[in-house]
């Protein structure tokens, strides 16, 4: 799987958008980017994944670039809720089970 | 509720005792993971089944770490002599039906101190 790299933190004001970026230059041609968040004390939850085309859902939007060695989540209009870790992750489709959390993001939100 | 049960939510034992957590996943999914996540760490695999087979298994999971899954639907993760470094909480996830293999439902966790 290709290495990811993410800074350790971030904040953003409520309402703001969050753009929590990942750097994956060396991702191949068949791996996805996914992306994962965890509140503290619960288990990670999936929130979205794509190949080259952004993807939206009702959680987030992500934005691959061209070259596919970058990416972006975009939460649009973020709440305090959204104070987690993100984790972006670059994976084969059927990797099934060893998937590389890394360190990730720590986004605050603040009021 | 995130679907995926994991009991119980918090352990303390003392160094040397053993331990076990289970984990009830969604609706017997043929898949199960289980991970270990230490503070300040994301988590990291610790092995899988596909039904009741134990397909892999990660390095991190030494000979003290043993896991089944019988008849293919809830699980346990065995701690046997347990050390101090075992602390940790211990995640357990199946997939989400039709989503592929990488979008797992996680359970919150166990949540394992050892003293």
């Known amino acids: 799987d290709a290495k990811t790299t993410q800074p350790p933190s971030m904040d953003c004001a409520e309402g703001r958008a969050a753009n929590l970026p990942c750097n994956h230059s060396?991702?191949?041609?068949?791996?996805?980017v996914y992306w994962y968040r965890q509140i503290h004390s619960q288990g990670p939850q999936y929130i979205i994944h794509g190949l080259k085309n952004n993807e939206t859902n009702e959680m987030a939007s992500l934005i691959i670039t061209e070259d596919r060695k970058s990416s972006t989540l975009i939460l649009p209009h973020a709440t305090l809720r959204d104070t987690a870790v993100y984790y972006c992750i670059v994976t084969s489709l059927n990797s099934g089970y060893a998937l590389n959390f890394g360190k990730g993001t720590s986004l605050l939100v603040t009021p | 509720d995130t679907g995926v049960s994991q009991n119980p939510r918090h352990k303390i034992t003392k160094r040397g005792q053993n331990v076990t957590f289970r984990c009830d996943p969604i609706?017997?999914?043929?898949?199960l993971y289980w991970y270990r996540q230490t503070l300040g760490q994301g988590p990291e695999f610790l092995t899988y089944?596909?039904?009741?087979?134990?397909?892999?298994k990660s390095r991190l999971l030494s000979d003290r770490f043993s896991a089944e899954r019988p008849k293919g639907s809830f699980s346990t993760l065995e701690i046997q002599r347990t050390e101090q470094g075992d602390s940790a909480m211990y995640l357990c996830?199946?997939?989400?039906?039709?989503?592929?293999?990488?979008?797992?439902?996680f359970g919150a966790g166990s949540r394992l101190t050892v003293l």
């Open positions: 609706s017997e999914h043929n898949r």
């Open positions: 996830a199946s997939p989400v039906e039709g989503s592929g293999a990488n979008v797992l439902t």
């Open positions: 060396t991702i191949s041609g068949n791996e996805y």
């Open positions: 089944f596909q039904n009741e087979a134990q397909l892999e």
